[in-house]
């Protein structure tokens, strides 16, 4: 938690304009307001205070739910928000559990200092934000859409739902506006031989809406996991959030007999059969009609060579590293961002460009390992192996009987810690090793 008081006396006040209010960029205006800065937040969308529809994908059910992990808490908790409200737009993970061949695989995950990861309401979480941000005198520019950035002289070009047009003049421009950020495209229009790559993972993905999760048996301290015996066709996720519904994203091919295109309701409704727990008679018609209905999402991975531009402008979240969510850590490394953001803005005493230059140096680092991991993840997810239960009790007991040699389960360390990703990547690569020498010996 950084030291607000103790920073204030040293702090030259800079006007700093948030492209985007969504998550990251919320909590990047507490933090930067928090630290005597001027902060406004410039949001397409309304006011989620005042309407929250705009934030809810109703045609594709796109992020109802989300997972926190212990980072995501340890950067909420950094901006002085209380656990008590935080946990309030969530419910306590204390569980995975994936279904193969039928039957269910229950891990029960360990919790460590009393924090459990959190399965949230996306909307509550945002709203809970937002407060803050107002607590914090954050200023909203609501109903506006960034369309021209003079990145060099600060100035940002708005448009409203009117087309009525407004400029806004920053210090620093900070962009959290996602995946396809108009902030990154300026910089990729100004920074020579900015290198930036935008690929899109070969599987796609649709949002199911189960309005009562007990309907489809599930427990709210539990991840599920289906998938894992479809040889690599697909992986699903479901989590009950605080209001009882649960959402199960489905990640399919875009073509083939069983695809996103899937629209023959037999050929569905053997495929939830196959792959899903038994579903009451209503409930699978239910799902299949949502199927069939639903657009379907891309999962994009964007890779950027820096995530700034001078002491002018900065990356966050998904505009510098959107990922593939199959690690579950794009939006908990979007908060993460924020407080890293903050702490260098201390230790350089508040100077704008050895700040932005240490964060590029730093986060991109993590970013790269956290992506390849997504992956590297899906795999795992899509392709049953036999061994990989054996492998985790292997791993946990083994680690607590050499701890000082043999390392520690990568699932606790990412669940329950705010361990570099860097680190969580060279430890998947050692316990590669360690367990390929156990199993021979």
């Known amino acids: 938690m950084y030291q607000q008081a103790n920073y204030l006396g040293r702090l030259k006040v800079e006007k700093i304009i948030i492209v985007g209010g969504g998550l990251s960029g919320s909590l990047a205006a507490i933090y930067l307001?928090?630290?005597?800065?001027?902060?406004?937040v410039i949001e397409k969308r309304a006011d989620?205070?005042?309407?929250?529809?705009?934030?809810?994908?109703?045609?594709?059910?796109?992020?109802?739910?989300?997972?926190?992990?212990?980072?995501?808490?340890?950067?909420?908790?950094?901006?002085e928000i209380p656990y008590s409200e935080l946990l309030a737009c969530g419910l306590p993970i204390y569980n995975m559990s994936f279904f193969i061949k039928g039957k269910f695989k229950a891990r029960k995950l360990q919790p460590i200092n009393n924090l459990?990861?959190?399965?949230?309401?996306?909307?509550?979480?945002?709203?809970?934000?937002?407060?803050?941000?107002?607590?914090?005198?954050?200023?909203?520019?609501?109903?506006?859409?960034?369309?021209?950035i003079n990145i060099d002289h600060g100035v940002i070009t708005t448009k409203s739902n009117n087309d009525t047009f407004q400029t806004h003049k920053a210090d620093v421009i900070i962009g959290a506006d996602g995946a396809r950020s108009k902030v990154r495209e300026v910089m990729q229009n100004t920074i020579r031989r900015f290198e930036f790559h935008q690929t899109f993972?070969?599987?796609?993905?649709?949002?199911?809406?189960?309005?009562?999760?007990?309907?489809f048996n599930l427990k709210r301290d539990t991840l599920y996991f289906f998938g894992m015996d479809s040889k690599g066709l697909f992986a699903g996720r479901a989590a009950t959030i605080p209001d009882g519904s649960a959402s199960i994203a489905l990640c399919l091919p875009y073509k083939g007999k069983l695809s996103l295109q899937m629209n023959d309701k037999a050929i569905i409704s053997q495929f939830f059969c196959r792959y899903l727990p038994k579903l009451s008679n209503q409930l699978k018609k239910d799902l299949i009609s949502q199927f069939i209905d639903k657009?379907?999402?891309?999962?994009?991975?964007?890779?950027?060579?820096?995530?700034?531009?001078?002491?002018?402008?900065?990356?966050?979240?998904?505009?510098?590293?959107?990922?593939?969510?199959?690690?579950?850590q794009g939006m908990n490394m979007a908060l993460e961002?924020?407080?890293?953001?903050?702490?260098?803005?201390?230790?350089?005493?508040?100077?704008?460009?050895?700040?932005?230059?240490?964060?590029?140096?730093?986060?991109?680092?993590?970013?790269?390992?956290?992506?390849?991991?997504?992956?590297?993840?899906y795999e795992v997810l899509s392709k049953s192996n036999p061994l990989f239960f054996m492998r985790v009790k292997y791993n946990r007991l083994?680690?607590?009987?050499?701890?000082?040699?043999?390392?520690?389960?990568?699932?606790d360390k990412l669940y329950f810690s705010s361990m570099a990703y860097s680190k969580l990547r060279t430890?998947?690569?050692k316990q590669n090793v360690w367990y390929k020498l156990g199993r021979v010996s």
Do not use: W
């Open 33 to 40: 307001s928090r630290l005597g800065h001027e902060v406004h």
């Open 48 to 79: 989620p205070l005042q309407n929250i529809s705009d934030y809810i994908d109703k045609e594709s059910s796109r992020a109802i739910g989300v997972s926190m992990t212990i980072r995501g808490i340890n950067a909420v908790l950094g901006a």
């Open 116 to 148: 459990s990861p959190l399965s949230l309401n996306r909307s509550a979480f945002q709203k809970l934000l937002n407060t803050y941000a107002e607590i914090n005198n954050v200023r909203y520019h609501y109903n506006q859409r960034c369309i021209d």
């Open 201 to 215: 993972f070969k599987h796609g993905y649709k949002t199911l809406v189960i309005p009562d999760a007990t309907e």
């Open 295 to 328: 657009p379907s999402n891309d999962l994009i991975n964007v890779t950027s060579n820096t995530f700034h531009y001078k002491n002018k402008a900065l990356l966050i979240g998904d505009s510098a590293h959107a990922t593939a969510p199959f690690l579950g």
């Open 337 to 377: 961002d924020v407080q890293v953001l903050a702490n260098l803005l201390q230790q350089h005493h508040n100077d704008f460009e050895s700040t932005l230059a240490k964060f590029s140096l730093v986060r991109k680092k993590e970013a790269d390992a956290m992506q390849h991991m997504a992956i590297v993840n």
């Open 398 to 411: 083994m680690h607590n009987k050499l701890p000082t040699i043999y390392p520690p389960d990568l699932a």
């Open 427 to 429: 430890l998947q690569q």
